[in-house]
């Protein structure tokens, strides 16, 4: 179901529930309603409405002096050029600075509280999930404000480090930092996606929200929790190698979508059971 375009004359609550009512089945309302252990998988997507370019769709893929995002995120270019690294990702963090939460983030960091067991997996680096208040974030691709040393592994945020010659020194051994990031062909953080899909393997509702699912293993999240089975959703302008085996996908953006589910259940007509349906 499309909902490009609806959200321009939005006035009230009572809107907001009309187009909750028309978009959202009644079925998804009904197990977000008695659902107690949900899990959220988000990409790029779902901070594209805070300002953050995604890497993939509208119209190909990002680049930054000449190099396609593939090889200035990846490890070779880790060991070929460091200081280019770093300088890629100080220019991305100088525009993450002036940017916001949106709506969505915000509805996502409401639902830790409102479920039993709430699991929230992103492949994002930007921080924007905290921001916006969320808790426990399982990072599968590590955080652009943290460096870690090449030599010790120790973790420093990157706003106490020094850029002498474009390459910070770690404080334990002097060894050189890199960016906390998961580049390609890198393993990712010890136990985060392990975590994630024992997360995903227990969960009733999976949400998998602005990803492209074309990079593992974040992309096997949702086959887990079907797997298992969760009713699996999609919310996504554009349909994805995912969308088949989702219960529900919701077409339209994060930002808009999300908050429609954030609807109290009393305004969506009552206690509405699936079971007793
Ligand atoms: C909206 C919206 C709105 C827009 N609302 N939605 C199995 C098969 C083949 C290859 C592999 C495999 N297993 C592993 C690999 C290799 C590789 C991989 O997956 N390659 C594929 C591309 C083929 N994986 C790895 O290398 C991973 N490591 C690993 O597996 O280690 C073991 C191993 C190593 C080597 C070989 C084999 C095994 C590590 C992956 C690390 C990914 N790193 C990056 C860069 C991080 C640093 C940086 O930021 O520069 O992480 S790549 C980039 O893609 C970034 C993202 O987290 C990641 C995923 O992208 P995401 O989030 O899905 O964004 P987009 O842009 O792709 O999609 C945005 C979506 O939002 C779109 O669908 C839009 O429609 C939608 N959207 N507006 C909602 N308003």
Not at 4 to 26: D, L, P, V, Y
Not at 65 to 88: C, Q, R, Y
Not at 159 to 186: A, K, S
Not at 248 to 258: F, M, Q, S
Request: charged share 20%; aromatic share 8%; proline share 5%.
């Amino acid at each position: 179901m499309r909902l490009a375009g609806r959200f321009a004359n939005i006035r009230s609550s009572e809107s907001m529930q009309a187009i909750a009512n028309e978009f959202i089945s009644e079925e998804l309302r009904g197990r977000f309603h008695e659902a107690k252990n949900v899990l959220v998988l988000t990409g790029a997507g779902v901070s594209a409405e805070s300002g953050v370019p995604t890497f993939r769709g509208g119209g190909n893929t990002a680049v930054w002096k000449g190099m396609p995002f593939e090889v200035i995120s990846s490890a070779g270019m880790l060991a070929h050029d460091l200081p280019a690294v770093w300088e890629w990702f100080n220019y991305r963090r100088g525009l993450l600075e002036q940017l916001k939460p949106n709506p969505a983030h915000v509805a996502i960091a409401r639902w830790q509280d409102r479920f039993e067991n709430f699991a929230l997996v992103t492949q994002n680096i930007d921080g924007l999930h905290q921001a916006a208040g969320a808790r426990n974030v399982i990072e599968l691709h590590g955080s652009i404000w943290r460096a870690r040393c090449f030599d010790c592994g120790a973790r420093r945020e990157v706003r106490e480090l020094q850029f002498g010659d474009g390459v910070p020194e770690c404080f334990h051994c002097e060894g050189r930092l890199r960016p906390d990031v998961v580049l390609f062909g890198e393993m990712l953080p010890t136990g985060a996606y392990e975590n994630a899909a024992i997360r995903a393997g227990n969960c009733e509702l999976c949400f998998v929200v602005g990803t492209s699912a074309v990079v593992y293993p974040a992309a096997l999240i949702p086959e887990v929790a079907r797997a298992a089975g969760a009713y699996v959703v999609e919310v996504n302008p554009e349909r994805t190698p995912v969308s088949g085996l989702c219960d529900e996908v919701l077409t339209g953006k994060a930002g808009e979508i999300l908050p429609l589910l954030c609807q109290k259940p009393d305004r969506w007509g009552g206690q509405r059971s699936l079971r007793s349906a």
